[in-house]
């Protein structure tokens, strides 16, 4: 994947896959972990910093983070995004600073209008005390030459529930009390300084010890790498890498609409609004943030991700799943002690292929077919996917759907904006569609290519599914052995 910050995934995929490689040769102890600070960073001279030991610190740090433990030995913290310390730098301390535009003038009307005594003349301009400085833009607003600039970390300014902020030297914090766990912030980073832990070690060890490990990938892998990797390619290629077996998560995705539509049918007769369950971000979102609309209005139904990993402990005891995919958030709720039979562990496409190359296994074509999800199921990935499968499955029912209102949002911020409203009550719409990356799943943070490079690819590989319809293809699989709501039943 080649981004703006290509570099940094580069070298981050590059620490994944040599600690994969010493996982899988019982290695992973501290003398090779250090090999491979070395081999990474060799010097004498710095790459990239403004010395190799600082270099080299980023880089154990990082290793820590792709053995899923916490970058720095003294912070207590469960939360899957994490500051690498040693890395972030060089942005400023203040959000407010004054340019060389300043002319000094006699009234000081920035000055003047401050209320908090942080300004006050330098030698050759006006001069800003960032430990007074209580961030309110009032001073940018009174200078008439615009001289007061605003500098907004990237990181704090991507965040759509403004959970970053940074201490008195400057390093980013995230307040785990607001985090939703999205991951939007760890590629706005420039200096790489925010990353998500990885469970690669852990699964290699699962494999080793001979469990049955089952991968489930996203509906948003179909076009990930092009026209010619299927997902009967993909699932070949991670039974070559050590998995037992692959489902397309878009079987969940069939799922999920076919229970999410009963909820919807009801609250639809009883004149509720509701909102949509699959996306983890916004499930973080209203949890924290809107925790009346979270216990009221969220749907109980379990995410595609939780249906198939059910699926699989119904009909294979005492598996291993694993989720892949684009998102972060996944790791999160994979994590969430309320939610049983989840997925054991969730790791993205650039993980996935890490792990791949420890193994030199790549990603080939295939003449199999693999079909187990409609197109609606694999449509699931794409911003208002959801809705239409839900309203599919009604229609599949015989209900009327015409007078449904739906708002469909992605991207944290429009997603924020509809709760807010729901929470007022001033949502004309009836169902909330909540997806926290722009775009839908096929948008997030981590996948592979971006939406616009996947979307041709995407739309030739799911014109090939065939036509069946999503209660017909739920009728092959046993959904009385398990259940489809979050606190296990109804």
């Known amino acids: 994947m080649v981004t703006s910050d290509s570099g940094i995934v580069s070298l981050k995929h590059r620490i994944m896959e040599e600690i994969c490689r010493l996982a899988w040769n019982d290695q992973l102890d501290a003398e090779h972990k250090e090999q491979v600070v070395y081999e990474i960073i060799p010097g004498p001279k710095p790459s990239y910093r403004c010395c190799v030991y600082k270099e080299r610190e980023i880089v154990r740090q990082r290793i820590r983070l792709a053995c899923a433990e916490n970058p720095t030995y003294n912070r207590d913290s469960q939360n899957v995004v994490q500051v690498i310390d040693s890395a972030c730098d060089e942005c400023p301390i203040s959000a407010y600073s004054v340019s060389s535009v300043c002319r000094f003038c006699l009234g000081k009307p920035c000055q003047n209008t401050c209320k908090f005594g942080a300004i006050m003349p330098g030698e050759t301009r006006m001069h800003i005390d960032p430990s007074k400085c209580k961030e309110c833009g009032m001073c940018a607003k009174a200078c008439p030459y615009q001289a007061i600039i605003h500098h907004e970390r990237p990181c704090k300014k991507c965040c759509p529930v403004d959970a970053i902020s940074y201490d008195e030297n400057g ?86 609409a076919a229970y999410e539509a009963e909820e919807w049918s009801e609250a639809k007769r009883e ?52 989720f892949i995919g684009p998102c972060i958030a996944k790791k999160s709720e994979t994590l969430d002690p309320s939610v049983e039979g989840n997925a054991d562990y969730a790791v993205t496409y650039g993980e996935i292929r890490a792990m791949m190359r420890s193994r030199d296994v790549k990603l080939e074509p295939v003449e199999e077919k693999y079909q187990e999800a409609s197109a609606f199921g694999k449509r699931f990935a794409s911003s208002g996917g959801v809705a239409e499968a839900v309203i599919e499955c009604m229609k599949e029912r015989g209900e009327d759907v015409s007078d449904l209102k739906l708002l469909k949002c992605a991207g944290g911020k429009d997603c924020r904006k509809a709760l807010m409203l729901l929470k007022n009550g001033k949502l004309p719409e009836d169902f909330i569609e909540g997806m926290a990356c722009h775009g839908g799943c096929v948008g997030g943070p981590s996948r592979h290519k971006t939406e616009a490079e996947t979307l041709k690819a995407r739309n030739a590989l799911i014109s090939q599914a065939d036509d069946r319809k999503i209660l017909d293809n739920l009728k092959n699989y046993p959904m009385d052995r398990f259940s489809m709501y979050r606190d296990g039943h109804r």
Request: positive net charge; glycine residues 8%; proline residues 4%.
């Open 171 to 256: 390093l980013c914090k995230i307040d785990e009390s607001k985090c939703i766990q999205c991951g939007r912030c760890i590629h706005h980073c420039p200096f790489g300084a925010i990353g998500s832990k990885t469970y690669l070690v852990h699964i290699i060890h699962e494999i080793k010890a001979g469990k049955e490990v089952i991968a489930m990938c996203a509906p948003a892998t179909e076009g990930q790498f092009g026209e010619q990797i299927t997902m009967a390619a993909v699932r070949e290629t991670l039974k070559k890498l050590g998995f037992a077996d692959m489902v397309e998560v878009g079987l969940g995705g069939d799922m999920t």
């Open 271 to 322: 004149g509720r609004k509701m909102t949509t369950s699959c996306c983890p971000a916004f499930i973080n979102m209203q949890r924290i943030h809107f925790p009346e609309i979270y216990r009221e209005q969220m749907s109980t139904t379990v995410s595609p991700m939780c249906a198939v990993s059910r699926y699989l402990k119904a009909t294979h005891p005492g598996c291993v799943t694993v």
